[in-house]
């Protein structure tokens, strides 16, 4: 019995093989070449025209939480670089981040 629902849980909680997880990479970085060239940095909760089919591609060709983690991961690296950048003063003390599954955006006010 508890070997059924061990087999169950694994066929649900499967891993992406080595070829899906490049495909899923390719997938992402290709998504994120086109929102650098596209993205208007003032308003980044509004995704381009342009990445729409390349951000189905990455949706379908990854697993959701990757998806979410990825977002989230972007957010967080232009955040770290606009600091590294321009440096934190105290009219810069909130950070936002919004990930959702169609949008995106990060700001610091």
Request: hydrophobic residues 25%; proline residues 4%; charged residues 35%.
């Amino acid at each position: 019995m508890n070997k059924i629902k061990f087999n169950k849980i694994q066929s649900v909680m499967s891993f992406p093989t080595k070829e899906e997880r490049a495909v899923c990479w390719s997938a992402r970085d290709k998504l994120w070449e086109c929102l650098d060239k596209y993205e208007d940095p003032l308003n980044r909760s509004k995704s381009p025209k342009e990445c729409a089919e390349l951000r189905k591609i990455y949706e379908k060709g990854c697993p959701a939480q990757w998806v979410k983690h990825f977002d989230r991961k972007r957010g967080y690296l232009q955040f770290k670089e606009k600091i590294e950048k321009q440096g934190i003063t105290t009219d810069e003390s909130h950070y936002q981040l919004c990930t959702k599954r169609h949008q995106h955006c990060s700001d610091v006010y």
